[in-house]
């Protein structure tokens, strides 16, 4: 039982001083980092202040003696490249098309200020790239790029996680050694309460608290901040709960006005065509109450596993996709839809709808009036084999695909953010949210939004939802 427990000691010291040492090692690359970061911008400003002047006068000899003397000196590429990106100066060869020297320039030539670099570990030998703005009353003339190996930065790092690692380990082993079977059994009381309270808190049970009198000093505050720290989150929560519930409310009314309003014309419209479009009218406002239901269902947290349920896919899309085809016809864009009939998987109540009706907006709207596509499938190891077993291992998968400019890595990597736009689309009706509500509702129901380049162009949205039984009675 000693050796158990001395094993247990272990463990949580070992994790402990890890959890100790990193931040701090981290710490130390950033100022590492910092240091050399700041220094470069010093260096970048005073060649973009000198570059500015030669770029202007064609005369750029004492630029490229400058350039020269920087690189003998710390082992550096200087490089001044103009407006149209190409090198004016550079004192030693270097290849603008590097994603990251791409990247960096790009940032300079749109005058964005630079990136501070990523932590240097001793592992990566990636240089620092700094692209400094060359300007000249408030126009952009070019950029000064400057490539600096990080082999001091790294050496400084590897002394550094050297020192840590021998103190760590001296550590660990003193209080390994100096613990005794008592204390041991005594500080693991208190751990096994936060233990089982985290795992509440993690399972969404947000009123969980541990006791702050019990446990050594170090482990009853950290109790209290737990505490702290979970009455935070379950104020925030209900915070978000009572917002939601209050737009749902305050919407409802504006909302059934709208629809009675809409109801009413229905005897001043005698075109068939009309009747059915404000039928159509009439159906989404209906949608819309039932969107708020769900928003206001979320608030609770009353959205889970056990709320999902079968939907039919394919009807659902067949649907959303005929309810916008007169949008897409009257912008003169084309719509397909590949879809095979019976496909069904596991959602959160009108999620699909809602998620479906957010893909084709912005595929109207950002896809240059390009065609759009809309595919149901089953992937590769996801073709319903684990549902016809009664099971929900399989995925289905639905994809609204456009052929206009698509997103930048870089923007994909942002997309679904809240209140994100690109820059862009900075002129184009939306507020941010729709992307990232999907997302939230989608992930909600044990789905997953993924955004993909197109190929060759264009921006590619997927739902991948888990894929449901057959109905009772179906054929196998």
């Known amino acids: 039982m000693r050796r158990r ?89 270097l290849d603008l098309k590097e994603p ?34 060359v300007k000249r009353d408030g126009r952009v003339l070019g950029a000064v790029l400057i490539v600096s190996p990080t082999d001091r930065a790294r050496s400084q790092v590897t002394d550094h996680l050297t020192l840590v690692g021998l103190g760590s380990l001296a550590a660990l082993a003193a209080v390994v050694i100096a613990v005794a079977t008592p204390v041991v059994r005594w500080v693991l009381r208190p751990v096994h309460e936060l233990d089982r309270a985290t795992h509440e808190v993690a399972l969404g049970r947000l009123k969980t608290r541990v006791s702050e009198r019990a446990g050594a000093p170090e482990l009853r505050r950290l109790a209290n901040s737990f505490n702290v720290m979970a009455d935070s989150m379950h104020a925030s929560q209900e915070q978000q709960r009572a917002f939601v519930a209050q737009a749902s409310h ?133 073709d319903g084999a684990g549902a016809q077993r009664g099971q929900d291992d399989g995925v289905v998968e639905v994809t609204v695909r456009d052929g206009g400019s698509g997103l930048t890595a870089e923007e994909l990597a942002r997309a679904g953010g809240r209140f994100w736009r690109s820059t862009r689309h900075q002129n184009v009706r939306g507020t941010g949210l729709g992307l990232a509500l999907t997302r939230m509702v989608v992930e909600a129901g044990g789905g997953e939004l993924r955004l993909a380049a197109a190929e060759p162009h264009g921006l590619a949205a997927t739902l991948r939802l888990p894929s449901a039984p057959p109905p009772p009675g179906a054929a196998p």
Not at 108 to 123: C, H, I, M
Not at 296 to 320: G, Q, T, Y
Request: proline share 6%; charged share 25%.
């Open 250 to 382: 305050q919407l409802r009314n504006p909302l059934t006005a709208l629809r009675l309003r809409v109801e009413n014309l229905e005897e001043f419209v005698n075109d068939p065509r009309g009747l059915h479009e404000l039928h159509f009218a009439v159906e989404e406002a209906d949608r819309f109450g039932e969107i708020l239901d769900g928003l206001l269902r979320m608030a609770r947290a009353e959205a889970s596993e056990a709320e999902r349920r079968p939907v039919d896919v394919s009807a659902v899309v067949v649907h959303r996709v005929d309810a916008w085809r007169t949008a897409y016809e009257a912008e003169g864009v084309r719509l397909t839809l590949t879809v095979p009939d019976g496909v069904r998987a596991l959602s959160l109540p009108d999620c699909l709808d809602h998620a479906l009706d957010t893909l084709l907006d912005n595929a109207l709207k950002f896809g240059d009036g390009t065609p759009v596509d809309v595919s149901v499938t089953r992937p590769p190891g996801g």
């Open 100 to 133: 990251q020297v791409r990247s960096a320039l790009l940032r300079a030539l749109a005058d964005r200020p630079a990136q501070q670099p990523s932590v240097v570990w001793p592992w990566d030998d990636r240089p620092f790239v700094l692209a400094e703005p």
């Open 5 to 93: 427990l001395l094993v247990i000691v272990f463990a949580l010291v070992a994790g402990l001083i890890v959890a100790l040492s990193v931040p701090l090692v981290r710490a130390t690359a950033e100022r590492s980092v910092q240091t050399s970061f700041i220094g470069r911008v010093e260096d970048g400003a005073w060649f973009a202040d000198m570059a500015a002047t030669a770029l202007e006068s064609g005369r750029t000899g004492r630029l490229e003696a400058a350039a020269d003397r920087y690189t003998a000196l710390y082992d550096s590429r200087v490089a001044v490249v103009d407006a149209d990106s190409e090198i004016v100066v550079a004192s030693r060869p």
